[in-house]
C-alpha cells in the first residue's frame, strides 16, 4: 500500500521560506512522478510543481512560483522536497504530496495519483 506523508509545514512571515518533504512508501519510488498541489480555503486545488521518476528530472511549476519554489527528489530516501522562497500571503494553503499511479509517465494526473494527507502552510503579510 501507497503512503505519502508530508512535513514542513508551518506559518511564516512574508519573504519567508519553508521547505516541506514528502516520505513515501509501499513501492519502487523511482519509477513514478512525483509532485505537490494546494488547496486554499475555498478555492479548488491547484498544481504548484512535479518532477519525472529519475535521469533527467524534468520539472513542471505553476507559473506564480516559477523562480521561488524548487521541487527536488532523493530517490534512495524515497523522499521529494519543496524548497519555497519569497513566500507571499497568497501562497498560504495546504499542500499536498502526489505521487503518480503509472510508471514513467511525466507530470501528475489529479484523477490517477495517490495522495497524502496535507501540511498547512500559511504565510502572513
Not at 509532485?35 to 505553476?62: C, H, L, T
Request: proline share 3%.
Amino acid at each position: 500500500q501507497v503512503q505519502l506523508v508530508e512535513s514542513g509545514g508551518g506559518l511564516v512571515q512574508a519573504g519567508g521560506s519553508l521547505r516541506l518533504s514528502c516520505a513515501a512508501s509501499g513501492r519502487t519510488f523511482s519509477r513514478y512522478s512525483m509532485g505537490w498541489f494546494r488547496q486554499a480555503p475555498g478555492k479548488e486545488r491547484e498544481f504548484v510543481a512535479s518532477i519525472s521518476w529519475s535521469g533527467d528530472m524534468v520539472r513542471n511549476y505553476e507559473d506564480s512560483v516559477k523562480g521561488r519554489f524548487t521541487i527536488s527528489r532523493d530517490n534512495a530516501k524515497n523522499t521529494v522536497f519543496l524548497q519555497m522562497n519569497s513566500l507571499k500571503p497568497g501562497d498560504t494553503a495546504v499542500y499536498y504530496c502526489a505521487a503518480h499511479k503509472t510508471p514513467y509517465r511525466l507530470g501528475i494526473d489529479p484523477n490517477n495519483a495517490y495522495w497524502g494527507q496535507g501540511t498547512q502552510v500559511t504565510v502572513s503579510s
